[in-house]
């Protein structure tokens, strides 16, 4: 395929090993909900909150707590970054096997790097500087910060703004897949955080068992 002026990348389950810091922050989150008296019951299932990366957060609470109220919702999305911040700082979290090297190895080609997530601004940014990748990225686009309703809206936002005339989205969920293909773009899935459904992929003009594996398709 003809090298790209420029690549997309989704965060969580594509560039960073988010259980790695989630999961800690997730069962501390829910240990000072039933604190506050907001949450009462057992901690959900892990898997219901990895099973929704990718998804904005308002989704992934209705997955994770449904019965629960909208003021616990809202307390569980500030509680969780919190832990998460604090995580960060305490050097939690990692990311995949050859990220940061191939990111390398794009820039070094001129690629341009950006970042189109569903998080939340600080969560973002604060992954992206703690790992030591900001200088590599041109942009770092999240649905917190620009308050988009889907990822094709925010992937399109991002190429207009900087005016991308090709690219390619790489990530692993079925949002990525719809935001790469709904603008046009070389779709790479990766397929290997664990985290998509059945089918989700499906679409992909690439799919990649691991990261490194995007230089050999340029």
Not at 49 to 78: C, K, S, Y
């Amino acid at each position: 395929m003809p090298q790209p002026e420029a690549m997309l990348f989704d965060l969580d389950g594509t560039l960073f090993k988010t259980e790695t810091l989630l999961l800690p922050a997730y069962h501390a989150t829910f240990d000072k909900l039933r604190e506050m008296g907001l949450y009462t019951g057992e901690t959900p299932p892990e898997e219901r909150i990895l099973g929704a990366l990718g998804m904005l957060l308002e989704h992934i609470w209705e997955r994770v707590m449904p019965e629960a109220t909208l003021e616990a919702r809202r307390q569980a999305d500030l509680l969780l970054l919190q832990y998460q911040m604090v995580g960060l700082q305490q050097g939690q979290g990692v990311l995949y096997e050859g990220v940061a090297e191939t990111l390398q190895a794009l820039h070094a080609k001129g690629i341009r790097l950006f970042v189109a997530s569903n998080g939340l601004e600080d969560y973002v940014k604060h992954v992206v500087q703690a790992k030591g990748l900001g200088e590599l990225f041109e942009g770092l686009y999240s649905a917190g910060q620009y308050r988009t309703r889907s990822k094709v809206d925010l992937v399109r936002l991002l190429l207009d703004t900087h005016h991308v005339r090709s690219a390619w989205m790489v990530g692993d969920r079925s949002s990525d897949v719809e935001a790469g293909l709904a603008n046009g773009l070389t779709v790479a899935a990766c397929d290997y955080a664990g985290f998509r459904e059945q089918g989700e992929l499906e679409g992909a003009h690439i799919r990649i068992r691991h990261f490194a594996d995007l230089l050999d398709h340029l």
